[in-house]
């Protein structure tokens, strides 16, 4: 079993829709979350950065983290096409080093 | 554009050249580390550098080399390279290299080996 699991999608939905991305993990160790975007051929950029159990909102996004079922969600709100991307979850532990999901494409239409 | 500026942003050599990968960050940053991305894959770590010193090397090839000449430059060296070492290689720097700050990527580099 991976440490960190994530529907790799690809996801698809209407321009407007609410988006739910999710992972799941198994290390109790991990302490701190973040959610980052990732465009074609381009760097994995952060979007979300989480290290408490609860929600976490900036602009369209939210966060949420239930550290006692070890699940981890990003919400985006009134989807745009600019949405469209491949969005990793990635954690730590107190040290830096990132365990990453597998990454979910998402796709978002006109 | 990201605050971490990675060079050249694709890079065709053959098995035999010598090439470095660049990569600069101003953001008084104390951690620095290399990935390697392969298409539709989340990034692998490969180096880590923390207070300019190597704390964190994941196995990687000697074909492989770091070098973090000063707080702000990082740099990968690259020879007699396989053509499955092709792929993308981030890099990435955080305040510091605990966990609770994140990790700011670059762009990378598009590695295509010949």
């Known amino acids: 079993q991976k440490e960190v699991e994530q529907d790799p999608g690809p996801l698809s939905v209407p321009e407007g829709a609410i988006v739910s991305l999710n992972c799941t993990y198994s290390?109790?160790?991990?302490?701190?979350f973040m959610w980052y975007r990732q465009y074609s051929r381009k760097g994995p950029e952060l979007l979300m950065y989480t290290y408490s159990s609860g929600n976490k909102e900036d602009g369209r996004f939210t966060a949420q983290v239930d550290k006692s079922s070890k699940y981890i969600s990003l919400f985006i709100r009134d989807s745009q096409p600019s949405d469209s991307a491949t969005y990793l979850c990635?954690?730590?532990?107190?040290?830096?080093?990132?365990?990453f999901g597998t990454g979910t494409r998402l796709q978002v239409t006109l | 554009d990201t605050e971490v500026t990675q060079t050249p942003k694709h890079l065709v050599m053959g098995m035999t050249n010598k090439k470095s990968l660049k990569c600069e960050q101003h953001m008084g940053h104390r951690a620095m580390y290399w990935y390697k991305q392969k298409a539709k894959k989340p990034p692998e770590l490969m180096f880590v550098y923390s207070y300019e010193k190597l704390s964190i090397n994941e196995s990687v090839p000697s074909r492989f080399s770091p070098e973090c000449p000063n707080s702000s430059l990082l740099n990968l060296h690259l020879h007699a390279l396989q053509p499955e070492d092709s792929a993308l290689y981030l890099c990435a720097s955080s305040q510091s290299p605990r966990g609770e700050q994140p990790q700011h990527f670059g762009d990378g580099t598009r590695l295509s080996i010949l």
């Open positions: 290390n109790s160790a991990f302490q701190y």
């Open positions: 990635a954690m730590c532990g107190t040290a830096s080093k990132l365990t």
